[in-house]
């Protein structure tokens, strides 16, 4: 682990410690924000040099929170989802990725999937992040090749969530 990994996880934790209210995660995704603007961190973290990855750079032991690399290559639309009983932030380093966020019309049922209908789509250029707290419905799509900074309440590979369609 680097010295900035530990001074932006540090950032984190000292935000974090009280609760991840909307309030304390609009500072968290200040704190990605100021990181993805540290070119050198960019380049370590995040440079020419990784393949498609997700890689969980930190791991708060008592928090929970995960800051995770994730490096896609070419096209990728993921379809509507939450964190389950997490939050996140997406943080773009490198590309642009459009987000797209919805609202439920039907909750998922046993094995059916939830319906919902779009809100809001806009673009995450370099050096922008944004926060979903718990709950939110959002799905990423790239057109190219990016790369990004995104940080999880709880290591969602380890959660179990719920599945959503378009109405």
Not at 22 to 46: G, M, N, S, T
Not at 79 to 85: A, I, L, V
Not at 89 to 117: D, H, L, R, S, W
């Amino acid at each position: 682990m680097t010295d900035k990994i530990d001074t932006f996880a540090q950032e984190c934790r000292d935000i974090l410690a009280d609760g991840a209210t909307p309030e304390k995660l609009d500072e968290v995704r200040k704190v990605v924000e100021k990181y993805l603007k540290d070119a050198d961190f960019v380049q370590e973290q995040l440079g020419p040099h990784f393949d498609d990855v997700r890689d969980v750079l930190y791991e708060d032991p008592d928090l929970g929170f995960c800051i995770c690399r994730h490096v896609f290559k070419g096209y990728n639309e993921a379809p509507p989802h939450d964190h389950g009983p997490t939050w996140a932030i997406y943080g773009q380093a490198m590309g642009t990725t459009t987000m797209t966020e919805f609202k439920m019309v039907e909750p998922p049922q046993g094995g059916t999937p939830g319906k919902v209908e779009p809100t809001k789509t806009y673009d995450l250029e370099p050096g922008m992040a944004v926060a979903y707290p718990t709950g939110a419905l959002h799905s990423p799509k790239r057109e190219g090749d990016t790369r990004l900074i995104r940080m999880e309440g709880r290591d969602v590979t380890k959660l179990s969530r719920d599945a959503y369609a378009i109405a």
